[in-house]
């Protein structure tokens, strides 16, 4: 199972729905992430700050490049194929095999909130992690203000579980946090 999961994380498929495409990331994208990560709305809630550079945005793709070549949990692009652009990032964090337990993170261009393709990318994560991961649990967290993040945990069919306080420390501060989660056995689909 172990030397399953390493090739997967070190060639991450590609995962796909009708508008979406979740792929790895390349240098390629540096522009399109840049126009995101330089957002400060995106960035606001985030352990990262708003890019200042379209350096920063290829040392952000390149540390994400050495994660999947050292065979380690990183993003997948999010794809929006009606522009053929990166409109933002995905992935699992903070994976315990033993546990079966993991946790993910998401960031989004400000241009594409409100339009259901977080909760769309999100139910592909569920996909890979409870059928090809195995996992039996999967959290998400998020700074309390932000609701919009808390809101796509709650369509996805994530429950809220309580406040972790001063759990996340950011950019100096130390922020209480809400944590979602979903079991396998809440899952609507079955793996093939």
């Known amino acids: 199972m172990a030397n399953k999961i ?19 990331l390349n ?23 708003a890019h200042q550079s379209i350096n920063q945005s290829k040392q ?20 929006c ?7 933002g990032t ?39 992690g409870f059928c090809l991961m195995k996992l039996n649990r999967i959290e998400a967290k998020c700074v309390i203000a932000n609701t919009a993040s808390a809101r796509v945990m709650e369509k996805v069919g994530m429950q809220f579980e309580g406040i972790l306080r001063q759990d996340l420390l950011a950019k100096g501060s130390f922020y209480d946090v809400k944590i979602y989660s979903i079991l396998k056995q809440d899952w609507q689909t079955n793996c093939k």
């Open 90 to 128: 995905c992935g699992f964090t903070n994976w315990i095999a033993t546990a079966r337990r993991a946790e993910i993170g998401y960031a989004l261009s400000s241009k594409y909130w409100g339009q259901g393709y977080m909760p769309e990318a999100v139910r592909l994560l569920f996909g890979f």
């Open 60 to 79: 952000f793709i390149e540390s994400v490049i050495a994660q999947y070549r050292n065979h380690q949990l990183a993003a997948w692009g999010i794809v």
């Open 27 to 49: 240098l390629n994208d540096a522009v399109d992430i840049f126009e995101y990560a330089a957002d400060p709305q995106v960035s606001q809630y985030a352990t990262w700050s």
């Open 81 to 87: 194929k009606a522009d053929n652009k990166v409109i």
């Open 6 to 24: 390493t090739y997967l994380m070190n060639n991450l498929p590609v995962l796909e729905t009708q508008r979406l495409l979740l792929r790895s």
